[in-house]
């Protein structure tokens, strides 16, 4: 069964970083893809960064250049390193995991209960 832990969030003021982390188990860590998603109040959830079974990574554009997803395979954890955060930054922040065709359809089946990131300004 796949298990996934969010850490990491706090409050934080515009233009400081957060690290989230992201522990997970239960899965073929290397086949699945991976990626950080958020919803803020009265908005639907976006996806903010992924990294697929290669490597290869994808960010939202309000992200680029100011977060980086990473993964550490010998511990099982995904990573979000947030830098120069802003006010619109303020959501809750989920991991998600699943076979990359779940992810390209929209239909992933395994989220974190999620953390919550706040900025002021």
């Known amino acids: 069964q796949v298990q996934l832990v969010e850490s990491g969030g706090g409050s934080v003021q515009a233009g400081g970083s957060l690290r989230l982390s992201c522990a997970a188990s239960g899965y073929n860590y290397g086949s699945h893809c991976m990626g950080w998603f958020r919803q803020a109040p009265g908005k639907a959830r976006e996806g903010v960064a992924t990294?697929?079974?290669?490597?290869?990574?994808n960010y939202a554009d309000s992200v680029k250049g100011r977060f980086t997803i990473s993964k550490d395979n010998a511990k099982n954890g995904l990573y979000l390193q947030m830098n120069n955060l802003k006010p619109e930054d303020t959501a809750m922040y989920y991991c998600?995991?699943?076979?990359?065709?779940?992810?390209?359809?929209?239909?992933?089946?395994?989220w974190g209960q999620g953390t919550q990131v706040t900025v002021s300004s």
């Open positions: 998600a995991a699943d076979l990359c065709s779940y992810f390209s359809s929209g239909g992933i089946r395994y």
């Open positions: 990294r697929d079974n290669h490597g290869k990574t």
